[in-house]
C-alpha cells in the first residue's frame, strides 16, 4: 500500500507541474531567442526620447539696409549695421534721440553740484572726474542753462565683442552769467549688446574748444 501511495503522489505531483508550466507559458509567452538581452541600464530610459523642438524658419528676409540720421557719415555704416545685427533693437535714431536727453541731463547735474542724477547714466571715472570739478569749485551751482534741443551727431562707431562704443559730436546753446555761448562737447556712450537695460553709459567726454577731459562749466 506505501508503494502505491508514493507513486500516486508522484503523478499528483507531476500533474501539477504540467498544469502550472501551460499558465506559465500563457501568459508570458514562448521565447523565440530573438529577444535583446536585458541591459543593466534599460531600467532607467524613458519610454520616449526627448527630441529638440524643429527650429523655427526665419521668414523675415534679408535686413534692410540700416537707415542713417540725416548728416551721418555713410562710412560709419558697416558698423552700425554690425552694432544692429548684434542689438536688433538698435536704431540709430533713437539712440541719438536717448544721447541728447542724457547730454542735457548730465550737464545740468554738473552745473548743479549735485550728481546724485547721473548716477547709472556715467561710468565710475567720469562720475569722479565730474565730482572732482564741482569740488575744485568749491561745490557751488553755476547758473548755466542749455537753450533749446542740442544737435548730435554720430561720429565713430565700435563694436569690440559684445561692447558697443559709439561717440557723438554735440552742439548747443548754452546761457551763461555772461551771455550765450556754443558749447561743443565730443562724448562716448558705452553698452553691452546682451544686457537687459537699454540706458547707453557714458565712458568718457571731450570739449572741442580746449580738449578738456570734463564738460566745461563754462562760467566764464
Not at 508550466?21 to 501568459?27: A, K, M, Q, T
Not at 526620447?49 to 524643429?54: D, F, L, R
Not at 552694432?83 to 536727453?101: E, V
Request: proline share 7%; glycine share 10%.
Amino acid at each position: 500500500m506505501s508503494d502505491g501511495s508514493a507513486w500516486v503522489e508522484i503523478v499528483l505531483l507531476a500533474m501539477l507541474a504540467a498544469f502550472i508550466g501551460l499558465r506559465l507559458v500563457s501568459v508570458l509567452g514562448k521565447r523565440t531567442g530573438e529577444e535583446r538581452p536585458q541591459q543593466i541600464g534599460d531600467s532607467f530610459r524613458p519610454a520616449a526620447e526627448v527630441t529638440a523642438p524643429p527650429r523655427r524658419e526665419d521668414n523675415r528676409g534679408p535686413r534692410g539696409k540700416l537707415v542713417l540720421p540725416p548728416g551721418t557719415d555713410m562710412r560709419l555704416l558697416p558698423a552700425l549695421e554690425d552694432i544692429a545685427a548684434a542689438d536688433p533693437g538698435f536704431a540709430p535714431d533713437r539712440f541719438l534721440a536717448g544721447a541728447s536727453a542724457a547730454y542735457g541731463l548730465i550737464l545740468t547735474a554738473f552745473w548743479s553740484g549735485d550728481l546724485a542724477g547721473v548716477h547709472g547714466l556715467v561710468s565710475d571715472e567720469v562720475q569722479d572726474n565730474l565730482a572732482s570739478a564741482v569740488a575744485a569749485r568749491g561745490g557751488g551751482a553755476l547758473p548755466n542753462r542749455m537753450l533749446g534741443t542740442p544737435s548730435a551727431m554720430i561720429e565713430g562707431a565700435d563694436l569690440v565683442g559684445q561692447m558697443v562704443e559709439l561717440t557723438v559730436r554735440f552742439a548747443a546753446r548754452i546761457a551763461t552769467a555772461d551771455g550765450e555761448i556754443e558749447s561743443r562737447d565730443v562724448w562716448t556712450f558705452s553698452r553691452h549688446v546682451t544686457s537687459s537695460d537699454p540706458a547707453w553709459v557714458l565712458i568718457a567726454t571731450d570739449n572741442e574748444d580746449d580738449s578738456a577731459e570734463l564738460p566745461p562749466d563754462h562760467a566764464a
